[in-house]
């Protein structure tokens, strides 16, 4: 297994877990391994794998039909202002 990987447009690291390890469980050993600082990684980031793979059957269906998994949800545009919060009235 090739053990490093550039993260990629939409990908956050589980995605990368995913991709690596067939597991998003891998994904606190890539946090340790590559000293992050939480789950969030920018795009282009090269991250190190060094552990073992958890489900071949996962990697292989990636790599056998070309998805690269990206998930990250970006938050953009929507139709609540700064005004909004959680207080509300209920009219009885």
Request: net charge negative; no cysteine; glycine share 8%.
């Amino acid at each position: 297994m090739k053990n490093s990987i550039t993260v990629r447009e939409g990908q956050n690291i589980f995605d990368v877990a995913l991709q690596k390890y067939g597991s998003i469980e891998g994904a606190l050993q890539l946090v340790k391994d590559n000293e992050l600082k939480g789950w969030e990684v920018k795009e282009g980031t090269e991250i190190t794998a060094n552990g073992d793979v958890m489900d071949e059957r996962v990697i292989r269906f990636y790599e056998e039909n070309n998805v690269v998994p990206a998930t990250k949800v970006e938050k953009v545009g929507g139709s609540f202002s700064n005004d909004f919060n959680k207080s509300f009235e209920v009219k009885q």
